[in-house]
């Protein structure tokens, strides 16, 4: 069985375990001796069972158990055996007619105790999560031995010490409490050395407030790049811009970006409300040949919570990547802000807002950013796809319907896939074989053809197909019948294309980690590293903004409250991104690209896999490593930007980078 499917029957047994000891004890009350036994051995059953699912699932690691082996099942077996020693006798003496009343306090309290501490194992699992922590066990073991204390009393006319020992549980739970708001640490060494600086980012300026509709902003405009104001001693991130000029050889390819409200007709005709660039859903791309300069000026005509513009997958310099309130303020209405950055990442890219950017990248901020060689042949079929759920429509480019291009046969096609949502998806190519040549704009070694597979795209990914137009057509569909492309034939009869009814839900699902060839890397899984970092995904109470919440968390904690990531320029970094929760997690780390170590503690088979952003399935461990080569202050986050909002997004910063920037970071 997978981790995933273990993860979902201890919570399944958790569920009957608690079903089965409170129905034990709710049948003692009711004077059934003879239910009650019965379900006490199905109770006894279940807990080992559930025991025997924590042992399966502990090899995959601790961070899957960790909550179970130090809290839950100890507290489960320990009241298992009171029960065992207390009831269970004076069961089956009832049972037998020997005498003693099942509903004696001595049978109910321990039945029902036992269910209380069954309880706590799915609650725990699901309202705290990973780690469970002082604070958890302290208000858990409150909670159960002050329900305990109620059922007692209301059984029994008589409970010995019950004032001193309701006191100690109160005190017990209260002090758990409190320690549930003593702050996390400011900042993860990784296990490397301690900077003595001034991380003025990822503290004061974002608990400050957190909200998707609200931020902060203090003024804005091109002139907040070139502040100088900064915390402390060290560089600000303002300082780390874009060259001025492009590499030998290359142009300077100017833009302007102005993001407004508008209405769009999609290509059914249908009108949608939309926020935009330059009024188009998707923006205008951008694009450029290797050395070109960059240069993007944006400008808000009316998106009130204000703009940026982040550079999905690119590795620009920290003081253009667009995060509002840690690389510069978000963009109001009437204001403006220049990018500049040179070409030097060939390959298939997109740029999002990243101010309230689950709303507002659904509304439609996004756009293309393709760079392409600059000795490249501009003969071929190059279509950008980016995929998105528009006003609950899925939509390839501005199509919300099936739509066709004609291509004449034998022309070299390219199919840039973006996946700009935030969840994956799914798309299949029919009619001809054709290789994946990139993945998130690098290159792939020795890419294999491939023919009737799957591809699943996580949020924020993108892949690059490439093949020979087929004098019979092509066919390309999205989520099997969603949506789709059809290249037909240009000039002249053709052979019937493929079908679009044609079934594909047996086809196999390509896996990255095995496609392509083998070879060298600049480090890997045996190198040296400098730091190492965990990130644990999961879901559960936790502050946020000063506040209680239920949050999608890393390591326990929800932004602004994660420990920032540090690291100083040169360190080769290992990270391990473990997802022990119900839902897939799409990781996105800024400004840098990460090698594939392992997924499961497998390492790749295939061609070196280099990655911006990569699904982790719920029970999976991915391990990646970087080196710490582009200075700055960096968003590590999920790309399922809802998760992002509700927690799930913590900074990495380089040692001696400080931002002068106070507003909270609005999604």
């Given at each position: ?552 968390t890393v390591n326990g904690h929800a932004f602004p409250s994660i420990p920032t990531q540090l690291v100083r320029e040169g360190d080769l970094v290992r990270v391990t991104v473990v997802n022990r929760g119900r839902e897939t997690h799409p990781w996105h780390l800024h400004g840098h690209t990460v090698l594939v170590l392992s997924r499961d503690g497998h390492a790749p088979t295939g061609g070196p896999l280099l990655l911006d952003t990569f699904d982790v399935r719920p029970g999976e461990v991915w391990e990646v490593a970087f080196r710490a080569s582009n200075p700055g202050m960096w968003m590590n986050h999920c790309h399922n930007l809802s998760h992002a909002d509700q927690g799930m997004a913590l900074h990495l910063a380089y040692e001696g980078v400080t931002t002068p920037f106070h507003g909270a970071h609005g999604g």
């Open positions: 069985m997978t981790v995933a499917g273990l993860i979902a029957l201890d919570l399944v047994a958790g569920v009957a375990v608690t079903v089965a000891w409170l129905g034990s004890g709710a049948a003692a009350a009711a004077r059934r001796a003879g239910l009650a036994l019965a379900l006490f051995g199905v109770a006894v059953a279940a807990s080992l069972a559930r025991v025997g699912v924590a042992l399966a699932l502990a090899p995959a690691g601790w961070w899957f158990v960790q909550e179970k082996f130090t809290l839950t099942l100890p507290l489960l077996v320990a009241t298992l055996l009171a029960a065992s020693v207390l009831a269970a006798p004076r069961l089956v003496t009832a049972v037998r007619g020997r005498g003693g009343s099942p509903a004696d306090a001595a049978v109910v309290v321990p039945l029902l105790g036992a269910g209380y501490a069954a309880v706590a194992g799915p609650a725990v699992t699901l309202l705290v999560g990973y780690p469970a922590t002082w604070s958890t066990g302290l208000v858990t073991v409150a909670l159960v031995v002050g329900a305990v204390l109620v059922t007692w009393r209301a059984v029994s006319a008589s409970v010995p010490g019950l004032r001193v020992t309701a006191a100690v549980a109160l005190a017990t739970g209260l002090a758990g409490a409190g320690l549930a708001f003593v702050p996390a640490e400011a900042t993860d060494t990784g296990g490397g050395p301690q900077a003595a600086m001034e991380l003025h980012a990822t503290r004061a300026h974002a608990a400050k407030a957190h909200s998707t509709e609200a931020h902060s902003a203090m003024g804005t405009g091109a002139s907040s790049a070139s502040g100088s104001g900064h915390a402390g001693g060290g560089q600000p991130v303002t300082a780390l811009r874009g060259p001025s000029t492009p590499a030998a050889g290359g142009e300077v390819r100017r833009f302007t970006l102005t993001a407004r409200t508008a209405t769009v007709t999609l290509s059914s005709g249908r009108e949608v409300a939309a926020w935009t660039f330059d009024g188009r859903v998707p923006g205008p791309p951008v694009t450029a040949s290797e050395g070109d300069l960059i240069e993007v000026r944006l400008r808000n005509a009316d998106i009130t919570s204000g703009v940026t513009l982040h550079w999905h997958g690119y590795d620009v310099p920290s003081g253009e990547d667009g995060v509002p309130g840690l690389t510069q303020d978000a963009v109001l209405p009437g204001q403006e802000f220049l990018y500049r950055f040179r070409a030097n990442q060939v390959g298939t890219y997109w740029y999002h807002t990243h101010e309230v950017s689950d709303r507002g990248v659904k509304m439609g901020l996004y756009g293309m950013l393709v760079v392409t060689p600059r000795e490249t042949s501009k003969e071929g079929a190059d279509l950008t796809l980016p995929v998105h759920t528009f006003a609950g429509k899925l939509t390839l480019g501005d199509h919300d319907q099936p739509f066709e291009r004609p291509v004449a046969p034998g022309t070299p096609v390219r199919l840039r896939l973006v996946n700009t949502d935030n969840t994956p998806h799914q798309f299949t190519l029919s009619g001809t074989p054709y290789k994946v040549a990139a993945i998130d704009g690098r290159g792939l070694n020795g890419p294999g053809e491939l023919s009737r597979t799957t591809l699943r795209l996580p949020a924020g990914g993108r892949y690059d197909l490439v093949f020979p137009m087929p004098s019979a057509g092509a066919l390309l569909r999205a989520d099997d019948r969603a949506n789709s492309l059809r290249l037909t034939p240009d000039g002249g009869a053709a052979p019937p294309g493929p079908s679009a009814t044609e079934d594909t839900s047996g086809w196999p699902e390509f896996d990255p980690l095995s496609y392509g060839t083998p070879a060298a890397t600049p480090f890997g899984a045996g190198s040296r590293f400098d730091r190492r970092f965990t990130l644990v995904l999961d879901q559960g109470l936790a502050i946020m903004g000063g506040r209680p919440a239920y949050a999608h």
